[in-house]
């Protein structure tokens, strides 16, 4: 009976694969909250499982600790995946639907400043050896908002440098077009001139290749950044993905308009952009206490 319940969650994952267009990543979450709800509840069909079962479940989950956003994500898996059979006629009525997930403070992403940003690049010397490469690394990131997954697959004949674009892809296998600065532009074109001796001994299309041919890790990426931040002497806690927190911030600070930030970023769903508005809120309050006669007079609060 247990491989009725795994044939469900395989025909599930296969539907938000083909359907949906889900990554890998994501699915391999779908994956192992279902199969761990299967585990713990051994149920053998789907059927099995009850309204009562999944609030001991998740009751459990939460008396060891476990945190509201990881709560959250697994009662959204379980809801989808009943919400699928329901459709399919496996089950009649989803035993998730009742049960809501946990409330989760919204988070604001760090960010630096402009002048930070400024800082941090400008720290790399034409002298050093890997400068074009470096700079072409911290443009990117900074000047396109891309995630580090996308910025270590992105190939050669994505870039339309007469054009201005770049063409991306995210999460899902989803392809999407970001602007191509000028910075950005001429320190990637400066790379790939600099970078055309160890090009021509491979065939790999990817713009970061390693002197093995191969590309960049995750890790080999988050160093060279390390490296530069430690040398603007930026106290921050900076990570690749700060550079593309900081490119929406100050889009939405200059004005642009949150659904082009939307689409830019990637972002499937708008609210996930709005995190980034609240900049805008604090830059006003700033604004307020800076200027405001009553602020400016001294006003103590009670």
Not at 15 to 30: F, I, K, T
Not at 70 to 94: N, P, Q
Not at 111 to 135: K, Q
Request: hydrophobic fraction near 35%; charge should be positive.
């Amino acid at each position: 009976m247990a491989d009725l319940f795994e044939t469900c969650i395989s025909d599930f994952l296969q539907h938000l694969r083909l359907e949906r267009g889900l990554s890998q990543n994501s699915l391999a979450a779908y994956r192992a909250d279902l199969r761990e709800l299967q585990r713990v509840l051994r149920a053998g069909h789907p059927r099995d499982v009850t309204p009562v079962t999944i609030s001991r479940h998740f009751s459990e989950l939460d008396r060891r600790g476990r945190k509201p956003a990881t709560l959250a994500r697994k009662i959204s898996s379980v809801r989808h995946f009943f919400d699928y059979l329901k459709d399919s006629g496996t089950v009649t009525e989803s035993p998730a639907r009742s049960y809501s997930a946990p409330k989760i403070m919204r988070y604001h992403p760090d960010y630096l400043s402009p002048e930070e940003i400024d800082c941090i690049i400008n720290v790399v010397t034409p002298e050093s050896r890997h400068a074009a490469r470096d700079r072409a690394i911290l443009e990117l990131l900074y000047g396109c908002g891309l995630r580090l997954s996308e910025l270590i697959n992105l190939k050669i004949c994505d870039i339309e440098f007469e054009a201005g674009f770049l063409r991306v892809v995210g999460k899902g296998e989803k392809q999407r077009l970001v602007p191509l600065g000028e910075p950005a532009a001429r320190a990637v074109e400066a790379f790939l001139d600099a970078d055309r001796t160890v090009r021509s001994l491979y065939s790999g299309d990817e713009v970061f290749l390693n002197r093995s041919g191969k590309v960049y890790s995750r890790a080999g990426v988050w160093k060279i950044i390390k490296k530069h931040v430690r040398a603007a002497c930026i106290s921050k806690i900076v990570t690749p993905h700060t550079f593309r927190h900081s490119f929406a911030t100050h889009l939405l600070e200059g004005g642009a308009d949150l659904r082009v930030v939307q689409e830019m970023l990637g972002h499937a769903d708008i609210s996930t952009t709005e995190i980034y508005t609240r900049v805008d809120r604090d830059y006003i309050i700033a604004e307020h206490r800076k200027y405001h006669p009553r602020e400016l007079a001294g006003f103590k609060r009670n």
